[in-house]
Nanobody, 122 residues
Framework: QVQLVESGGGLVQAGGSLRLSCAAS????????MGWFRQAPGKERAYVGT????????AYADSVKGRFTISRDNAKNTVYLQMNSLKPEETAVYYC???????????????WGQGTQVTISS
């Protein structure tokens, strides 16, 4: 069992930056690939990016490539999402998730955090 807690959300102006954190409980954090997803009001939860168990590889949705960076610190049981050049349309609740597979498919993730709100003003 893994429990995930996101933090770092808030209100930022367009073009600004935020860094989200996702802290995991348990000793098996390094056994899981981690993903970030977001859900805007009235829309489905959408893939943002993923990182492998070791942190050696990452992948991103086309819409965030070059602006968002995922990293992890397995010693701290934490995964991060650095978001730069934020756009108003990226206002959403951001979720981290843990799964056995390194995948963009949200159905493949076993554990989810409660989400953190990110609001970008224009």
């Amino acid at each position: 069992q893994v429990q995930l807690v996101e933090s770092g959300g808030g209100l930022v102006q367009a073009g600004g930056s935020l860094r989200l954190s996702c802290a995991a409980s348990g000793r098996t954090f390094s056994s899981y690939a981690m993903g970030w997803f977001r859900q805007a009001p009235g829309k489905e939860r959408a893939y943002v990016g993923t990182i492998t168990r070791s942190g050696g590889s990452t992948a991103y949705a086309d819409s965030v490539k070059g602006r968002f960076t995922i990293s992890r610190d397995n010693a701290k049981n934490t995964v991060y999402l650095q978001m730069n050049s934020l756009k108003p349309e990226e206002t959403a609740v951001y979720y981290c998730a843990a799964g056995r597979l390194w995948t963009m498919r949200k159905d493949e993730y076993d554990y989810w955090g409660q989400g953190t709100q990110v609001t970008i003003s224009s």
